[in-house]
């Protein structure tokens, strides 16, 4: 549900703004969330999101689903060494994986100009930024896991 | 005497008497407001009342005219498009959705095989060319905007027909390259199809030089070029069989 919901905003969005680069990967940030929350039911959330955006590649589809794929398991692994439901943790995952998705998306077109530059910042930016967002609005819609609480709220719970 | 006395006194009447006024303006001003506001207050509950009712027409005007311009803006966008349109049979469709991929520039639309787009299909829009189909359904097609970074078309300047090859970058603008670092080219020049490749006709327009690069040392040049078409706003575009 989060993930098909992601994926209607994201085109709802795009299909509305002048430019992709202006509206945050919510599909990404929607991954990142649903892994962090449970990380051994990766696969199927994965596959939803990252066929979704493959059907819109032009170039190179099939390096869309391997990065989804790619992006998810690394988020289930890490998810066994650090504490994936930090918000700060996803915001950094969500952060770098649009990162490496973007400059491979560039490496594949040869896409190497200096505004482009730019508009990954913002881009990056943005996706980070949706994190807390979408965080916020699954937590109040009851969408994510209750150890999703604010720290002091765990803190409380756990005494 | 006389004489001076009615000369020194025309010369001070003036001053006189726009003193005398606009003393006199004060006083005359508040009796005048005093009278006014008697006769007013009585009708004070009408009027706002009146008031409140002006207020919602006034609203209901800007609405009406807000609606009118929307309507003369599409009306206008169509016009443009079926003067395109009259001059070359094509296909009207609808943008229904747009790549969310940022560094892909791609367009979904609403007509497919069974309204006669083919493959490779020209797409323009009233102002330059918009792209071409790269992937046609039954009853959708994707087309490929020209700023795409696969997007390669055949460009000519309009003025001295200095050609070169027109290519997206992935952001709003395009590059105009292959091109001589002696091409007769400058800002403001307009760049249209060359006509080579087989896909685009010739002579359609693609943008506007922005700015003129030159490598003297390669012996090269480049341009940046903004598309003539919309790209960021399209909502409905014409559809042309390939050249």
Known sequence: ?159 | VLAALIGAACMVHEPLRTGALAILRAPFRLVVSVIHVGLTLPQLPGLARENARLRTALSRRSLELAQTRETLRRTTQAEALLATASQAPGVVASVIGRSPIPTQHTIWLDRGTRDGLQLDGLVVDAHGVVGRLIDVHPSTSLAMLITDPNSRVAGLVERSRESGLLSGEGHAVCRLSYLGADADMAEGDRIVTAGVGGVFPKGLLLGTVLTVARDDAAGSAEARVRPAARLGRLEEVLCLPPA
């Open chain 1, 1 to 159: 549900v989060i993930v098909l919901g992601s994926v209607a905003v994201q085109w709802l969005l795009c299909r509305f703004a002048a430019s992709a680069w202006w509206i945050p990967d919510c599909p990404w940030v929607a991954v990142v969330l649903v892994v962090s929350g449970w990380p051994r039911h990766w696969l199927l959330p994965v596959i939803v999101a990252g066929w979704l955006t493959m059907s819109w590649s032009v170039a190179a589809p099939v390096a869309v689903l391997t990065w989804y794929l790619m992006g998810g398991a690394s988020l289930s692994v890490s998810a066994a060494v650090v504490d994936v439901t930090d918000e700060r943790v996803q915001v950094l995952a969500a952060g770098v994986g649009e990162l490496v998705w973007l400059f491979v998306q560039c490496w594949i077109q040869e896409a190497r100009v200096g505004p482009l530059y730019g508009w990954m910042a913002l881009h990056i930016a943005l996706t980070m930024a949706a994190v807390p967002v979408l965080r916020r609005l699954l937590l109040w819609l009851h969408l994510l896991p209750d150890v999703w609480s604010p720290p002091e709220a765990r803190r409380i719970a756990g005494a």
